[in-house]
T-cell receptor, first 113, second 116 residues
Framework: QKEVEQDPGPLSVPEGAIVSLNCTYSNSAFQYFMWYRQYSRKGPELLMYTYSSGNKEDGRFTAQVDKSSKYISLFIRDSQPSDSATYLC?????????????FGTGTRLTIIP | DAGVTQSPTHLIKTRGQQVTLRCSPKSGHDTVSWYQQALGQGPQFIFQYYEEEERQRGNFPDRFSGHQFPNYSSELNVNALLLGDSALYLCASILSGTGGGRTEAFFGQGTRLTVV
């Protein structure tokens, strides 16, 4: 069993829809939870991070962490064609820059104009 | 400020050959991590270098080795290439935190390695 599970999709939604992306994990030692966006032929870029449980909002993006269920989510409101990319969840045990990141497989998202 | 730069962008190698990939971190960043991303998969941690030493290592065989230079740039070497080594190799640049505080990993564009 992988430490981090993520539905690979692909997921296609119409422009303006709310998108929900999810990951589950098995290692209860994870404390930092991140979402990366990766455009085709590019490296991942950090979208949001959350420490421990709770919600965090940044513009159209909301990240949620439920440590009791070992479940994290990313919501995208008013989705735009420019949001079309692969979304990767990632986790680490400690200060996430210095610690290794454990990634999900990524969900390929397409926003249809 | 230049971001993380990796070279080459693409390369094709034959099974059994050796390859060296290069990474220059962001200005002022002292830590480099390497990841392997197979097609349709998430990145997998190979190892991390700090102060010219390997600080952490993932579940990769000894065929994968690395080096960090005094200017913080880094190399990833892979010996005896296998077809399964075909992947996007990502370098992440980090400014190591001191006594707490969040630090962020910035990724380069990657080197796409094809083994034939």
């Amino acid at each position: 069993q992988k430490e981090v599970e993520q539905d690979p999709g692909p997921l296609s939604v119409p422009e303006g829809a709310i998108v929900s992306l999810n990951c589950t994990y098995s290692n209860s030692a994870f404390q930092y939870f991140m979402w990366y966006r990766q455009y085709s032929r590019k490296g991942p870029e950090l979208l949001m991070y959350t420490y421990s449980s709770g919600n965090k909002e940044d513009g159209r993006f909301t990240a949620q962490v439920d440590k009791s269920s070992k479940y994290i989510s990313l919501f995208i409101r008013d989705s735009q064609p420019s949001d079309s990319a692969t979304y990767l969840c990632a986790m680490s045990h400690a200060n996430f820059g210095n610690e290794k990141l454990t990634f999900g497989t990524g969900t390929r998202l397409t926003i249809i104009p | 400020d230049a971001g993380v730069t990796q070279s080459p962008t693409h390369l094709i190698k034959t099974r059994g050959q050796q390859v060296t990939l290069r990474c220059s971190p962001k200005s002022g960043h002292d830590t480099v991590s390497w990841y392997q991303q197979a097609l349709g998969q998430g990145p997998q941690f190979i190892f991390q270098y700090y102060e010219e030493e390997e600080r952490q290592r993932g579940n990769f065989p000894d065929r994968f080795s690395g080096h960090q230079f005094p200017n913080y740039s880094s190399e990833l070497n892979v010996n005896a290439l296998l077809l399964g080594d075909s992947a996007l190799y990502l370098c992440a640049s980090i400014l190591s935190g001191t006594g707490g505080g969040r630090t962020e990993a910035f990724f380069g564009q990657g080197t796409r390695l094809t083994v034939v």
